[in-house]
């Protein structure tokens, strides 16, 4: 489906199901060719019953199926990143190409809620 991300890391653990947001897809491939280095998925696609599991915010953009925002599917990833250097150049290249970027301790959440929601763009810190 995509040239960089396997059906297997996109899907919900939980149900199989892969729906992205139209034109998501598109961006989380230009984010990986631009960035020329892997990205690794920790989170994509959730189903709600995944979403409840995992105690995700109830309206989270990572949600195949998302009635509040009317996404059309999953518009967030979350991607493994320890590393500084990494974790600089990834922060720095979503934000240029309109990402939300939510930073944490081992990994970085990125979503397109200004595209898909209409919402400003934001950079933020998960509370430890
Ligand atoms: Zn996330």
């Known amino acids: 489906m ?3 991300f396997s059906h297997s890391e996109l899907a919900c653990p939980t149900t199989g199901e892969l729906r992205l947001a139209s034109g ?3 961006a989380l491939e230009r984010l990986r060719v631009e960035l020329d280095a892997p990205i690794y998925l920790s989170s994509a696609c959730r189903s709600p019953s995944h979403n409840e599991k995992v105690r995700g915010h109830p309206h989270s953009l990572h949600l195949t199926v998302n009635d509040h925002w009317g ?3 999953c518009c967030a990833i979350d991607a493994v990143a320890t590393e500084g250097d990494y974790r600089a ?3 720095s290249l979503a934000l240029d190409q ?5 930073v944490a301790s081992n990994f970085i959440h990125l979503d397109q809620r200004s595209r898909y929601c ?3 763009q934001v950079l933020y810190h998960y509370g430890r």
């Not at 309109?98 to 939510?102: F, L, N």
């Open 98 to 102: 309109e990402w939300s970027v939510g």
């Open 24 to 26: 998501f897809g598109e």
């Open 118 to 120: 209409g919402l400003p």
């Open 2 to 4: 995509l040239n960089h």
């Open 71 to 73: 996404t059309g599917g």
């Open 89 to 91: 150049k990834i922060i």
